[in-house]
Nanobody
């Protein structure tokens, strides 16, 4: 069993920055692909970014490319999402997820474990 706990969400003005963290416990963290997803009210859960276990493969959704940066520290069992130049349309609950595989994917249904989510609100 893997536990994921997100932190770092909050309220920020458009153009501002936030850094989300996701701390993992309960399994060998470095074996996992880690992803960030987000879900706005009334919408489906959307892919934001993923990073493979070595950090050598990173993919972003087009909507966040150039503004968000995903990274991981396997020694600290933590994955991060640095979010810059935030826009009101980035407002959502952000979830981190872990996939016990070395095969990367943007499909949320293929991730095995999820955090509880952290709210990000960007005001205009």
């Amino acid at each position: 069993q893997v536990q994921l706990v997100e932190s770092g969400g909050g309220l920020v003005q458009a153009g501002g920055s936030l850094r989300l963290s996701c701390a993992a416990s309960g399994h060998t963290f470095s074996n996992y692909v880690m992803g960030w997803f987000r879900q706005a009210p009334g919408k489906e859960r959307d892919f934001v970014a993923f990073i493979n276990w070595t950090g050598s493969r990173i993919v972003y959704a087009d909507s966040v490319k150039g503004r968000f940066t995903i990274s991981r520290d396997n020694a600290k069992n933590t994955v991060y999402l640095q979010m810059n130049s935030l826009k009101p349309e980035d407002t959502a609950v952000y979830y981190c997820a872990a996939r016990l595989s070395r095969d990367v994917t943007v499909t949320p249904q293929l991730y095995d474990y999820w955090g509880q989510g952290t709210q990000v609100t960007v005001s205009s």
